[in-house]
Nanobody, 115 residues
Framework: QVQLVESGGGLVQPGGSLRLSCAASGSISSIYVLGWYRQAPRKQRELVATITNNGNTNYTDSVKGRFIISREYAKNTIYLQMNSLKPEDTAVYYC?????????WGQGTQVTVSS
């Protein structure tokens, strides 16, 4: 079983920055993909960014050039550096680990972009 714990959400003004963290623990397979997803009120959960074992990254178009996903292998932790935040980035952000056994999700962290 995999446990994922997110942190780093909060309230920020438009144009500001936040960094989210997600620490993974438990029975983690040797090959997996970690990623960030978000869900805004009354909308479906959507992919934000993913990173593979070998460091390949993928971003949804709306965050390209503003968000950076990275990982710290020794700590089984990934980060999402969010810059130039916009009100439309407001959502609950979830961390997900996908491996051969299936998907594991964190509890989510709220990000609110508002003046």
């Amino acid at each position: 079983q995999v446990q994922l714990v997110e942190s780093g959400g909060g309230l920020v003004q438009p144009g500001g920055s936040l960094r989210l963290s997600c620490a993974a623990s438990g029975s983690i397979s040797s090959i997996y993909v970690l990623g960030w997803y978000r869900q805004a009120p009354r909308k479906q959960r959507e992919l934000v960014a993913t990173i593979t074992n070998n460091g390949n990254t993928n971003y949804t178009d709306s965050v390209k050039g503003r968000f950076i996903i990275s990982r710290e292998y020794a700590k089984n932790t990934i980060y999402l550096q969010m810059n130039s935040l916009k009100p439309e980035d407001t959502a609950v952000y979830y961390c997900k680990l996908a491996d051969v056994t299936g998907d594991s999700w964190g509890q989510g962290t709220q990000v609110t972009v508002s003046s």
